[in-house]
């Protein structure tokens, strides 16, 4: 899809904006549109050296290291990026990992460290920032969730549940939220070429380390970036990106044939 980057630009200009995930792959490309276009953005993962890359290039990037993991830890986290960009317009909760690896077979803690990250540490993250903004009377969520939510294939049990928990999640905050001035957006992507395969674990909790084909093939994360800043100024609720026209074609045998669907998909050599 081509994005008119004029049409986001506006509505980002005037926001402060903190990016989860920014040291590769889509946040990595989410930051270096809105640092391009001037917009105050602080940027955070746990590799801080990619992150300092990103502020040298962009003078309206900051960094702020952050451990998805420690949910515990991620109050004090929010409360430091909100000090540090003088408050938050537009959270984008776009860390993630994922997973290569069958559910009997993968260790239950690998499981739920895919579940702890993808969903826990969103969802703790997100009730900081979302309390302050609520209090405040405005601000926008934004969340990268994946089209595994609606497309659940074998081998991705735990990074399923997660994308779909967050729609349930986000989708049951409207209601308390909206009427409180506070705009809900969730972007779930296709397949985009990026570390997410590379970085996926497996039965043990080691990392997949490949790029898997789907992703070789997949969207450019900066086209995916422009897509998700695109939707977001328009404050759609929902939305797909990086879709290709097999995806679709998915997306329509769920609905209206979903027996097929599952029969394609325990066919399918999925990596
Ligand atoms: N690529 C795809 O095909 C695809 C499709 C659908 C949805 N998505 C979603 O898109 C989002 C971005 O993924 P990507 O494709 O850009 O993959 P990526 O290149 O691997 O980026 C993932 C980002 O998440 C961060 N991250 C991982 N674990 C973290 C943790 N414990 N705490 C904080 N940050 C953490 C990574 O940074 P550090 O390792 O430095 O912490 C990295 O910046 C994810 O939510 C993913 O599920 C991707």
Not at 12 to 20: A, E, I, L, Q, Y
Not at 68 to 83: S, T
Not at 101 to 110: L, W, Y
């Amino acid at each position: 899809m081509r994005v008119n980057a004029k049409r986001w630009q506006d509505y980002f200009r005037d926001k402060r904006v903190w990016v989860t995930g920014a040291s590769s792959g889509i946040g990595e490309a989410l930051v270096e549109a809105l640092g391009a276009a001037g917009v105050r953005t602080l940027a955070s993962a746990r590799r801080i050296e990619r992150l300092e890359e990103l502020t040298l290039k962009h003078a309206s990037v900051s960094a702020l290291p952050l451990d998805l993991a420690e949910c515990e830890r991620l109050g004090e986290a929010a409360a430091a990026a909100w000090e540090q960009l003088g408050g938050i317009d537009v959270l984008v909760n776009n860390a993630g990992i994922s997973q290569r690896s069958t559910f009997v077979e993968a260790d239950p803690e690998t499981l739920e460290r895919v579940i702890r990250i993808d969903l826990i540490g969103t969802m703790w993250l997100t009730h900081a920032v979302a309390a302050r903004m609520k209090h405040r009377g405005s601000g926008h969520l934004v969340t990268v969730t994946s089209l595994a939510a609606m497309i659940p294939t074998p081998r991705r049990t735990a990074y399923a549940a997660a994308k779909a928990g967050l729609h349930g999640l986000f989708d049951a905050m409207r209601g308390e939220l909206e009427p409180s001035g506070i705009t809900i957006s969730l972007a779930a992507p296709g397949f985009v070429r990026t570390e997410i395969s590379t970085h996926a674990v497996t039965e043990t909790g080691a990392e997949h380390g490949v790029l898997d084909p789907n992703q070789e093939r997949g969207d450019d994360a900066a086209a995916c970036a422009a897509e998700i800043l695109s939707g977001a100024a328009k404050r759609k609720r929902e939305f797909l990106v990086s879709m290709s026209p097999r995806l679709r074609l998915a997306l329509l045998l769920r609905r209206h044939a979903p027996g097929l669907l599952w029969r394609i998909l325990a066919k399918a050599s999925v990596t």
